[in-house]
């Protein structure tokens, strides 16, 4: 087939078209090459595959979409603003990019009658909001945000809302009831609403991925908006200690890029009823300290890690995926384990320039009051 990835020169876009074009499938990517991703004045990336089609262009811009979806039988949407953090302040930026470019594409498919094979959306965790969990006496419980007051006496688990235990986190499945609680969160519940309203109104065969979070190599180490093992790779290379959030302990399933992609190239012969919608994780709960310890493992450092109390509101105390969905309709089943995820990230890595931009997000999230340590109001 003849696939469009938007968003194809980020790392997890440029993973799945290199197994694509092992398939057998020509591939043409939309990309806008973000700034904050890929630096300034930045050409396409080195590491794309040779027979890649590249298009440079804002998949919020009907021309540029028009152009890409020419000839086209399948579409990944990749294109999106990520980070959590960021997007509690850049409001604006996240809805434009994330809600405004989901539409853009979908109406050029619409407008244009094209009839594709799939369509294929790059969702999140996040529209879970908090993880699904589990109170010995009432059962299942589906949490809301952790209130700021607790997290300042260092209250960090989930509690129960009717006998305040704490709450064990258990595995997140695809039917539970949605709760974002960012604007980045929200944005792709959106993106979610409009491929199902699509996928029913016009017949376009629709699968939902909701990755956990992904780490991996070609991940952007310019960006130190999002992704934990980014931000605490740049800290270790310059020879800095780790602040870990909320003492290490919030959970969190990481799943190594080579997974995804894998998943990506299943969806896409995904044959279940359309739009259907699957957990992309490892099915592993662990925590931020186990990353810390594993990165600094695979690093071969020496790596001071600080307990100050420090959180961040908004955030999330734990989510992980239950891949039974995914398993038994996609035949997905990840392989890569944490070490060894850690340890090829690093391998590229270290042939990469570091940057260490910790303290400027520490700086803006204090800015707009989204920055805590416990003790202080």
């Not at 040779?50 to 021309?63: L, N, S």
């Not at 792709?188 to 199902?196: F, G, L, S, T």
């Not at 925590?287 to 100050?308: F, G, P, Q, S, Y």
């Given at each position: 087939?003849?696939?469009?990835?938007?968003?194809?020169?980020?790392?997890?876009?440029?993973?799945?078209?290199?197994?694509?074009?092992?398939?057998?499938?020509?591939?043409?990517?939309?990309?806008?090459?973000?700034?904050?991703?890929?630096?300034?004045?930045?050409?396409?990336?080195?590491?794309?595959?040779?027979?890649?089609?590249?298009?440079?262009?804002?998949?919020?811009?009907?021309?540029d979409v028009d152009k890409a979806l020419k000839g086209i039988d399948a579409v990944y949407h990749f294109a999106a603003l990520t980070g959590?953090?960021?997007?509690?302040?850049?409001?604006?930026?996240?809805?434009?990019?994330?809600?405004?470019?989901?539409?853009?594409?979908?109406?050029?498919?619409?407008?244009?009658?094209?009839?594709?094979?799939?369509?294929?959306?790059?969702?999140?965790?996040?529209?879970?909001?908090?993880?699904?969990?589990?109170?010995?006496?009432?059962?299942?419980?589906?949490?809301?945000?952790?209130?700021?007051?607790?997290?300042?006496?260092?209250?960090?688990?989930?509690?129960?809302?009717?006998?305040?235990?704490?709450?064990?986190?258990?595995?997140?499945?695809?039917?539970?009831?949605?709760?974002?609680?960012?604007?980045?969160?929200?944005?792709?519940?959106?993106?979610?609403?409009?491929?199902?309203?699509?996928?029913?109104?016009?017949?376009?065969?629709?699968?939902?991925?909701?990755?956990?979070?992904?780490?991996?190599?070609?991940?952007?180490?310019?960006?130190?908006?999002?992704?934990?093992?980014?931000?605490?790779?740049?800290?270790?290379?310059?020879?800095?200690?780790?602040?870990?959030?909320?003492?290490?302990?919030?959970?969190?399933?990481?799943?190594?890029?080579?997974?995804?992609?894998?998943?990506?190239?299943?969806?896409?012969?995904?044959?279940?009823?359309?739009?259907?919608?699957?957990?992309?994780?490892?099915?592993?709960?662990?925590?931020?300290?186990?990353?810390?310890?594993?990165?600094?493992?695979?690093?071969?450092?020496?790596?001071?890690?600080?307990?100050?109390?420090?959180?961040?509101?908004?955030?999330?105390?734990?989510?992980?995926?239950?891949?039974?969905?995914?398993?038994?309709?996609?035949?997905?089943?990840?392989?890569?384990?944490?070490?060894?995820?850690?340890?090829?990230?690093?391998?590229?890595?270290?042939?990469?320039?570091?940057?260490?931009?910790?303290?400027?997000?520490?700086?803006?999230?204090?800015?707009?009051g989204l920055f805590g340590r416990t003790g202080k109001s």
């Amino acid at each position: 087939m003849n696939i469009l990835l938007t968003g194809g020169a980020g790392f997890i876009g440029s993973h799945t078209a290199d197994l694509l074009i092992e398939k057998g499938h020509k591939v043409r990517i939309l990309d806008l090459l973000d700034p904050q991703v890929h630096g300034e004045n930045a050409n396409f990336p080195d590491y794309l595959h040779p027979d890649i089609e590249k298009i440079y262009g804002d998949v919020c811009q009907m021309q540029d979409v028009d152009k890409a979806l020419k000839g086209i039988d399948a579409v990944y949407h990749f294109a999106a603003l990520t980070g959590v953090g960021q997007s509690m302040y850049d409001m604006r930026n996240y809805v434009h990019t994330n809600c405004i470019g989901t539409v853009t594409l979908l109406e050029s498919i619409v407008k244009k009658k094209i009839k594709l094979k799939h369509f294929i959306l790059a969702s999140s965790r996040a529209v879970y909001g908090e993880g699904t969990h589990s109170c010995s006496e009432h059962g299942t419980i589906y949490p809301s945000l952790r209130l700021r007051e607790d997290l300042g006496k260092g209250v960090f688990h989930q509690l129960c809302p009717r006998c305040k235990k704490i709450l064990l986190p258990v595995p997140t499945m695809e039917e539970r009831p949605l709760n974002p609680l960012s604007v980045y969160a929200e944005t792709k519940k959106h993106q979610e609403d409009y491929c199902r309203y699509v996928a029913n109104t016009f017949g376009i065969p629709v699968t939902i991925l909701r990755y956990f979070n992904v780490y991996g190599s070609r991940q952007s180490l310019k960006n130190p908006y999002t992704g934990v093992v980014s931000i605490f790779y740049n800290r270790i290379m310059a020879n800095q200690a780790l602040s870990l959030y909320e003492q290490g302990k919030p959970g969190r399933d990481f799943v190594h890029v080579n997974d995804v992609a894998k998943a990506n190239v299943l969806a896409l012969e995904n044959n279940t009823d359309s739009p259907s919608t699957f957990n992309v994780g490892s099915g592993n709960n662990v925590t931020i300290k186990d990353v810390a310890n594993a990165l600094a493992k695979a690093c071969h450092k020496r790596v001071e890690m600080l307990n100050l109390g420090e959180f961040r509101q908004g955030d999330i105390f734990s989510c992980f995926a239950d891949l039974r969905q995914a398993n038994q309709k996609l035949k997905y089943s990840p392989t890569v384990s944490l070490e060894q995820g850690m340890q090829e990230f690093v391998q590229w890595a270290v042939t990469q320039e570091s940057f260490d931009g910790y303290e400027k997000t520490v700086n803006e999230l204090e800015k707009y009051g989204l920055f805590g340590r416990t003790g202080k109001s």
